[in-house]
């Protein structure tokens, strides 16, 4: 099959999330090693956005392959209601590493799915129906997590009811204060005040992504993350923490919230869990909520729960991770990455700035020297087309978002991957430039 062949069966036969098919330009890929993906012609492109921020550990590693293929030969698949040595070695794994008195593991298949066993936990364990989430927040795409997504996401697929948004510590466009101490205690009292208007006695829990992922890469401020804990636990509210994008060494640490000295009451994960080798989530209880479901029913199910060969991937996954020190060198290559935003910024009058916590980025682009964005609140510009295909063309993938672009390559990567990627941004910047004020810095 050539690559046009190939590209034009893709379109005509299947679909593509979030798209319109007439619209989409599939990249062509036909194998991916490392931080790089390959296309049927040739061609190389620097994954900067390890797909889909889930490719933590870099393509293709031999040990992951090899305990796929180990565990293929010898159990793919039973039963939920079975005992295997896959579930039994993954389980007590996690136990070991995830932090605080979270010991007890439900297994899924995404991160939306274990955003929705977790939604199920927290209302029958609390006895309450109500949850809270962000504004800025994605949770996935099944219709209660699209309830519980706050972004543009959930406008064309409203969902069942209970779920009520509110703003989190960094609207889109309004400020709570200057500082991370102002923001922080403005943006709690607010809070209460929703609290107490939608009813403490009525509300399970509140969600939230432990860092703002696709909506702004954006990490609380200091302290919130304690004073949202205090919060909750003061009204009975449990905390679930959204790891599916942050955790699994993304931000320097192995979950995002270990950053704000918190342990959620239950943490949902996916993505970096297997690094994607294969469809594995977890929905992660503390040891109350475990205990009450020793008594009690746990009214959710999966034909592909507890997956055995989805387990055993994710035990070679989290060795690799663990082995080769991924999560330090995110910590330590985010310091270069903070370095080549502050550079670009310095360079580019389109640059506004960029945030990242770990090998966690994503640059702004200003359209003039007001700081306005060149593409708004859930709005396009042709020139962060233009990026996007001049990125490709110098080899590096990544995505955009509105007015920004994503920083988020595996955690493998080197000092010297990281900045010749970032010479590719600098060169393509001057698109961007170009549109800044009519083309006059």
Known sequence: MTQQEMIDACLKYTL?????????SPLPIERAKGIYLYGPNGQRWMDFNSQLMSVNIGHSHPKVIQAIKDQADTLIYTIPGSATKARAELGKRLAEIVPGNINTFFFTLSGAESNENAIKAVRQYSGRFKILSNYRSYHGATSACLALTGDPRRNHNMGPPGFVQVMGPWPYTYSWGETDEEITRKHLVYLEEIINFEGPDAIAAMFIESITGTNGILPPPKGYLKGLRALLDKYGILLVCDEVMSGWGRTGKLFAFEHGDIV???VTMAKGLTSSYIPLGAVGMSDPIAKFFQDNVFRGGLTYNAHALCLGTALAAINVLMEEELIENAAAMGKVMRSEFDRLAAKHPSVKGGRCIGLFG?????????????????TDHPAMAAFARRLLENGLFTFIKWGSFMCNPPLCITKEQLLEGFAIIDDALELLDAEFEGGNP
């Open 16 to 24: 593509y999330s979030w798209s319109a098919t007439g619209r989409v």
């Open 264 to 266: 959620p009451d239950i």
């Open 362 to 378: 994503m640059v702004d682009i200003q359209i003039n020297s007001a700081g306005d964005s060149i593409a708004p609140f859930n």
